[in-house]
């Protein structure tokens, strides 16, 4: 126990987190295994090796080695997270008073341990019931401890369902603690009421911090983050003050980007902290976009703009913060369009458009491959959320040019966006019936003979799975045209990827496959998966027949075999789950053959039959079924044998078998154990 006690002081983290592991499994298996009673809170006999652990724990609490301290605290920490029994609270009886005096110290330098381990403690069922003591303790950190200390203990005491009313407060005045007094000293006489009454840290403590740059950014980043990590839940358990946060937000961002020249000394410090500091920026953002998806601070989205504008035009805005810029401007943007119902309102929002579009121009034609990237995803976020009168300022601008050029971009991620943004740009004009003509500035042929030329000859895989993913999309939406179109471009599509290098965009055709299935579905009224009773009708109907026709007309059957003895196995399992769709489409349940198929087929066909067949270029080509030679892929009738004859549910299972299924099977075990042993007989015995 000494030698684990020595180790627990180990320079290596993971020597003496493995020290602090051990023990807390050592004192558990010996309080656990050794008591012939349970402890009450009047007991405390505990096992001689416990007695050893919690009395070193006793002694280091008690000493003035910080390290010590450290260590014991840790211990605590690790023993109330991972143990969860009565004897844990006897156990916090006897330290209680010790804990307690730490907190009282103010030399002592392991405060964010103490938060810790009181964090630890009200998380623990145990506790909740211990005469309020440990939420005392915890008001009493709240109290204590600066906001940088006691920060994560805040934020996870407001997440505690059982948590007292009053020690929720008190959490929530801590964590806005130092936003309230960045908002105080940007405007000296206060222009509008602060977030908090009362402050529960001494005001002068928060001041000091936000007086010091490596503090100030540390606590502002932290702050900013836990403030992420409420607005993220979805119940919350606590009512922010949406509006006043709003405004602490815009006055953070404003000092970053030097906008504010605040009179007050602490004001004026904070300022020269905070001009172009990244860390500041991107948290403060990200907060932001958060904030924005809830409705309670709708009053201040139009003036919100000014700032958004300000920071994508800013040449200092690094691309990291420009992304997050583009992000909080479109949550702007669709609170904005909610917003909108008065003529004024509609002139507002007609003039931040227009400074929008002018930006994103420029943004465009960025020298950094970042920026135009997320240009284009800003854009193609707008794309998928905005009305009318957003759609109108868009097309009159030189946006649509601009992200046409793009597809020849010499960065693959951002041909890849910009396939992403043409594709979307299409439902708002040549794809959109009810959407103006553009003319000739958006040619839908040209669009789609640029997509399909970027798919077959776009030397990166980035810009040919977002090529193959707008395809898909397009037919889901059926934006395709008429179906002998439709068939022909899928047709083409398919031929296109089936030969592809990379897996995933011949799975992206895979996905267009089975949108196209769908899309057939509802065109020819077949229901995807009927029941036996409409099945009967299905089967020998016109439908059928139809269906039948056009798959093999756009020539499926021919790349879903191929896919299906593809090396890549997610192409298998995805082809075989298609074709197991139309099997039960065209076969109901209680018709198929149990045994075998036609005449000299095999029952059960597997993969390496099907590739040794697809390589002659016919799945079965010197097999006679009924009376005809050779069974083609683009034959409606062949498709129709071949879908009720080969073993789909086993080839199935075999596809979902892991790769390592054999060695991890227990015949490879016992020849492993066999292996280690010898091939003696007695150990051959003794293994099974």
Request: proline share 4%; hydrophobic share 40%; net charge negative.
């Amino acid at each position: 126990m000494d030698v684990i006690f020595i180790l627990q002081g180990d320079p290596s983290l993971f020597v003496a987190s493995a020290a602090n592991k051990l023990l807390v499994d050592v004192l558990t298996l010996s309080v656990e295994s050794e008591m012939t009673k349970a402890l009450s809170t009047k007991d405390c006999e505990w096992p001689a090796c416990a007695q050893m652990i919690i009395k070193h724990v006793e002694d280091s609490l008690q000493s003035t080695s910080a390290s010590r301290i450290e260590q014991s605290l840790k211990l605590l920490t690790s023993i109330f997270r991972s143990c969860h029994a009565e004897w844990t609270q006897v156990l916090w009886l006897g330290i209680a008073n010790q804990i307690e005096s730490l907190l009282t110290k103010e030399t002592v330098e392991a405060q964010h341990l103490l938060a810790n381990l009181l964090l630890e403690m009200a998380w623990s069922p145990v506790f909740g019931d211990t005469e309020g003591r440990i939420w005392a303790l915890v008001t009493f950190a709240l109290e204590r401890l600066t906001p940088l200390q006691v920060g994560p203990l805040a934020v996870k005491i407001l997440m505690i369902y059982e948590c007292p009313q009053e020690v929720r407060i008190q959490a929530l005045t801590v964590l806005l603690q130092p936003m309230d007094c960045v908002l105080r000293a940007a405007s000296q006489p206060l222009e509008y009421t602060g977030l908090l009454d009362e402050s529960v840290s001494d005001p002068a403590t928060v001041e000091h911090l936000l007086s010091c740059k490596s503090s100030c950014v540390s606590l502002l980043c932290q702050t900013l983050g836990h403030l992420q990590k409420l607005l993220s839940q979805t119940h919350q358990r606590v009512d922010l003050p949406y509006t006043a946060l709003l405004r602490s937000l815009v006055t953070i961002l404003q000092f970053c980007n030097g906008f504010l020249s605040p009179t007050s000394p602490l004001g004026s410090t904070i300022s020269q902290i905070l001009i172009n500091c990244f860390r500041v920026q991107s948290s403060a953002l990200d907060v932001l976009a958060a904030l924005l998806e809830r409705k309670d601070c709708d009053t201040l989205i139009a003036g919100l703009f000014d700032v958004l504008l300000a920071y994508l035009e800013s040449p200092n805005t690094s691309p990291t913060v420009l992304k997050k810029t583009f992000k909080a401007t479109s949550e702007a943007l669709v609170r904005l369009q909610a917003l909108s119902c008065s003529n004024s309102q509609h002139q507002q929002t007609d003039k931040i458009l227009e400074g929008i579009f002018l930006v994103l121009q420029k943004r465009l034609c960025s020298p950094c491959w970042e920026v135009r990237d997320s240009s284009l995803e800003f854009l193609t976020g707008l794309v998928r959320c905005l009305k009318e009168e957003f759609r109108q300022s868009l097309l009159s601008s030189e946006v649509l040019k601009l992200t046409e050029n793009l597809l020849e971009d010499p960065d693959s991620y951002v041909r890849a966006s910009a396939v992403t943004a043409v594709g979307h740009l299409a439902f708002i004009t040549f794809l959109d019936p009810e959407s103006p003509a553009v003319g000739n500035r958006y040619n839908k042929e040209n669009t789609i003979a640029k997509l399909q030329e970027i798919l077959s000859t776009d030397p990166e895989g980035f810009p040919r799975r977002a090529a193959i993913s707008i395809f898909t999309e397009w037919l889901r939406r059926g934006c395709t045209g008429q179906l002998e179109d439709t068939v022909q471009f899928v047709s083409t599509v398919i031929q296109t990827v089936e030969h592809d290098f990379d897996w995933e965009v011949r799975l992206g055709g895979l996905e267009l496959v089975q949108a196209f299935c769908s899309h057939m579905y509802r065109h020819l009224g077949c229901p995807e998966c009927p029941d036996p009773p409409v099945l009967a009708a299905v089967i020998y109907s016109v439908q059928q027949n139809k269906l039948l026709q056009i798959l093999c007309q756009a020539k499926v059957f021919k790349f879903l075999f191929r896919s299906l003895c593809d090396c890549d196995k997610p192409l298998g399992q995805k082809a075989c789950d298609i074709l197991l769709n139309l099997r039960y489409t065209f076969y109901p349940v209680a018709t198929l053959k149990e045994a075998e198929g036609p005449e000299g087929i095999p029952a059960g066909y597997n993969i390496a039959w099907l590739q040794r067949t697809l390589t002659q270029g016919s799945l079965a080509q010197n097999i006679l079924i009924d009376g005809v030679k050779g069974v083609h892929f683009q034959d409606p009738e062949s498709m129709m044998v071949v879908l009720g004859t080969i073993d789909l549910i086993e080839l199935h299972d075999e596809l979902n078998k892991c790769s390592d299924h054999v060695e991890k099977s227990p015949q490879s075990l016992l020849e492993d154990i066999l292996a280690t042993a010898g091939t003696i007989e007695d150990n051959e015995a003794d293994c099974y």
